[in-house]
């Protein structure tokens, strides 16, 4: 499995960047985000053939992931960017799960490619 993130750069807060990702094969896809001195955590992912998405609280209403299947592409719309987005992104393979106490879940899978450093500042 091959994954190229792209798209990342420096941004204002309240400004817009789009990430891509290629991706070979039909797998659920995710973005994961790393600030300095934090861990990797889950930002949102979407499934291989059924769009079913999951976004984390800190990005609902304001990123949106969307896939070409056609192009093995997997996009991250991230709108309304604050400091607090400011991390390396990568994306990788997903595993999702949905239960009726938990909703849909989460979590990164066996494959990741190099991450796309995103910085939002003034």
């Known amino acids: 499995v091959q994954l190229q993130a792209s798209g990342g750069g420096l941004v204002q807060p309240g400004g817009s960047l789009r990430l891509s990702c290629a991706a070979s094969?039909?797998?659920?896809i995710g973005w994961f985000r790393q600030a300095p001195g934090m861990g990797r955590k889950g930002v949102s992912c979407?499934?291989?053939?059924?769009?079913?998405?999951y976004y984390a609280d800190s990005v609902k209403g304001r990123f949106t992931i969307s896939r070409d299947n056609a192009k093995n592409t997997v996009y991250l719309q991230m709108d309304s960017l604050n400091p607090e987005d400011t991390a390396v992104y990568y994306c990788?393979?997903?595993?999702?799960?949905?239960?009726?106490?938990?909703?849909?879940?989460?979590?990164?899978?066996?494959?990741w490619g190099q991450g796309t450093l995103v910085t939002v500042s003034s």
């Open positions: 979407i499934s291989s053939r059924d769009g079913i998405t």
């Open positions: 094969g039909y797998y659920a």
């Open positions: 990788a393979t997903a595993v999702m799960s949905k239960t009726l106490k938990y909703g849909t879940t989460c979590s990164m899978g066996d494959y």
